[in-house]
């Protein structure tokens, strides 16, 4: 509205100008020549701020519509664990796909490690084809400057089943409907896993 008021201002001026012609003195012209020239600024300044504004709202219509497509081609994944007290599944976190499955892996590795294992590291290695099926090749590695390590989290029949359910549910993502990897295998610190209570975690699992 703005914009539009400056412009018929400009007009009527200008049309003001041609009219009175030469029956003026020259500070009259000149002063309708300063006042054709602040309203040729304003009028620029605000064509900018329309501009900046426009772009603001192509921005924001695309990232509103990347939030509403969440149908059967594109969705959320969701980083799991579970429950100590009553064993239920827990949703922890919702992310976005990435621009492949490697990132979009690690993504949910990173959400995972701060939610779960207290920062304890998760490395997506490699997606290998094994017999026609993408399989997932993920490290588990500890930290020197954490407290804990993943022998922590493979340790008693609970802490086990947590463990392996939560890296288990949130690599596979079997509600997801969009491509994605067929089966994990995962190793500690590069070598075989071991223990009574993640015998699941030293096979491949598949989806």
């Known amino acids: 509205m703005k914009i539009r008021k400056n412009l018929i201002m400009l007009v009527v001026l200008l049309c003001t100008l041609s009219l009175i012609g030469c029956s003026q003195t020259s500070s009259e012209v000149v002063e309708y020549q300063e006042q054709v020239a602040s309203l040729e600024n304003q009028l620029s300044l605000e064509q900018q701020k329309n501009k900046e504004l426009q772009t603001k709202i192509t921005t924001l219509e695309s990232a509103l519509k990347k939030y509403q497509q969440v149908d059967d081609t594109y969705s959320l994944l969701k980083v799991y664990t579970v429950d100590a007290n009553t064993m239920e599944t827990l949703v922890l ?98 070598e075989p896993i071991t223990g009574d209570h993640v015998e699941e975690l030293t096979k491949i699992i598949y989806r």
């Open 93 to 190: 976190d919702e992310l976005f796909p990435q621009d492949n499955i490697i990132n979009t892996l690690d993504t949910l590795a990173n959400s995972l490690s701060q939610n779960v294992f207290e920062n304890l590291g998760i490395e997506i290695l490699s997606i290998e084809d094994i017999d026609g099926q993408k399989i997932a090749h993920i490290d588990l590695q500890d930290d020197a400057t954490i407290p804990v390590t993943w022998n922590s989290f493979f340790q008693g029949s609970t802490g086990g089943k947590i463990t392996t359910d939560s890296l288990k549910m949130t690599f596979l993502q079997s509600n997801y409907p969009s491509e994605w990897i067929d089966g994990i295998s995962f190793t500690y610190k590069g």
